[in-house]
């Protein structure tokens, strides 16, 4: 069974840093490219970034320059390390599965960003 | 590329046929785009990809069609748990982008 669990959120203050994690079980990393998509409270979904190798990387604008999506092999796992944070990076931060499409989804982590 | 959706809200009976629509400010080759459906509290789940091909396990009510830079999801019959918000995606051109969302509650 596919399975995607993100650890790491947590309430942080503007301008720190933050990494989450997401494990995944059931399939390889390596197999497929794996995104991070965030939602602000009440708001809609915003994809941030995917990994497919160390040379295909990609973020949004919004977050170029500050977040850094890895990953893992032995362990499985994806990472997004995220500085220099602002009050509206607040959200809920998913992983996802896929390249056509999310077909697996974790259960999300909350970011506050708050004084 | 960025992605409209209508309308924003949409309120319907159980029963219902629904037509909601996504529109590109690009042409999205390929027909890479998918709808997703998001209930309260939980993460979002694929409906469908490269426009038209339902996801696995996802009831045939669920029909997607569409090309070029207009597309469209259609639920042929509301069951009580269709209501949600339904976003599309395109995957096509990094960024990848969402729709704002089209809400179908229940009226």
């Known amino acids: 069974e596919v399975q995607l669990v993100e650890t790491g959120g947590g309430l942080i203050q503007p301008g720190e840093s933050l990494t989450l994690s997401c494990a995944a079980s059931?399939?390889?990393?390596?197999?497929?490219?794996m995104s991070w998509v965030r939602q602000a409270p009440g708001k809609g979904l915003e994809w941030v970034s995917f990994?497919?190798?160390?040379?295909?990387?990609y973020y949004a604008d919004s977050v170029r320059g500050r977040f850094t999506i890895s990953r893992d092999n032995s362990k499985n796992t994806v990472y997004l390390q995220m500085s220099s944070l602002r009050v509206e990076d607040t959200a809920v931060y998913y992983c996802?599965?896929?390249?056509?499409?999310?077909?697996?989804w974790g259960q999300g982590t909350l970011v506050t960003v708050s004084s | 590329i960025v992605l409209t959706q209508s309308p924003g809200t949409l309120s319907l009976s159980p029963g219902e046929r629904v037509t909601l629509s996504c529109r590109a400010s690009?042409?999205?080759?390929?027909?890479?785009l998918g709808w997703y459906q998001q209930k309260p509290g939980q993460a979002p789940r694929l409906l469908i990809y490269?426009?038209?091909t339902r996801a696995t396990g996802i009831p045939d009510r669920f029909s997607g069609s569409g090309s070029g830079t207009d597309f469209t999801l259609t639920i042929s019959r509301l069951e009580p748990e269709d209501f949600a918000v339904y976003y599309c995606?395109?995957?096509?051109?990094?960024?990848?982008?969402f729709g704002r969302g089209t809400k179908v509650e229940i009226k």
């Open positions: 996802a599965r896929g390249r056509w499409g999310f077909d697996s």
């Open positions: 059931g399939f390889a990393v390596t197999s497929t490219y």
């Open positions: 990994f497919y190798s160390t040379s295909s990387t």
């Open positions: 690009q042409i999205i080759g390929s027909n890479y």
């Open positions: 490269d426009a038209s």
């Open positions: 995606q395109q995957y096509y051109r990094s960024p990848w982008t």
